[in-house]
């Protein structure tokens, strides 16, 4: 069973930090890479990036480059998210999802991605 598990989240002031991390079962890592998006509440789901698991190379949306920070660790078949600099738009459900391209032009693209995981909850205080 292919599976994809997000925790981390929770409540943190504005300026704040978080890590989130996107745990994978059923495949390896590698094979596929690993891509974010969040959805905020009455919004479209929007990508935050992705991270390619055999290069290490990353894309970022512009609305988060400089602040979140995408890693991975394929011994643990894990990848992780670290947001600094929080904002109250960076409120949302983030996702994790695995996809076979991670490019910057592919990125932002959902239709690309084979598996989701069921989303964690980051709220960011005024």
């Known amino acids: 069973e292919v599976q994809l598990v997000e925790s981390g989240g929770g409540l943190v002031q504005a300026g704040g930090s978080l890590r989130l991390s996107c745990a994978a079962s059923?495949?390896?890592?590698?094979?596929?890479?690993i891509g974010w998006f969040r959805q905020a509440p009455g919004k479209e789901r929007e990508p935050v990036g992705c991270?390619?698991?055999?290069?290490?190379?990353?894309h970022y949306a512009n609305s988060v480059k400089g602040r979140f920070t995408f890693s991975s660790d394929n011994a643990k078949n894990t990848v992780s998210l670290q947001m600094n600099s929080l904002k109250t738009e960076d409120t949302a459900v983030y996702y994790c999802?695995?996809?076979?391209?991670?490019?910057?032009?592919?990125?932002?693209?959902?239709?690309?991605?084979?598996?989701w995981g069921q989303g964690t909850q980051v709220t960011v205080s005024s």
């Open positions: 059923g495949f390896t890592l590698g094979d596929y890479h």
């Open positions: 999802a695995a996809t076979p391209r991670c490019r910057s032009t592919t990125y932002y693209i959902e239709l690309y991605y084979d598996y």
């Open positions: 991270i390619h698991m055999r290069d290490g190379s990353t």
